[in-house]
């Protein structure tokens, strides 16, 4: 999925935070995927991944507390009905942190 599908405002929330989206090639054909980032000098630290679940169903979003340590997430929404709103769920989660 191509990043430039979201809406404005969306992107606009991600730009203000000092962050941005990369759409990486899906694991799964037509189970796209958005990883939330924060730029670090020793590469791309994820902060949260939206994603679709198996098969294709409604998004599911982690978010990762420390983005030094990409493996360890924790799953903050399941069941969103927009890939806008499972951004806005990371981006909450980075706001409390």
Known sequence: ??????????????????????SPEPEYPGDPDFVCVVQDPSGFPQVGHVGASMGGGPP??????????????????VGLTTWEAGI???LAAFDRS
């Open 88 to 90: 806005r769920a990371v």
């Open 60 to 77: 599911y979003v982690a978010f990762a507390p420390d983005p030094r340590n990409p493996m360890r997430t924790d799953e903050i929404a």
């Open 1 to 22: 999925m191509d990043v430039s599908s979201l809406s404005r405002d969306v992107m606009a929330e991600v730009k203000q935070r000092g962050l941005f989206l990369l």
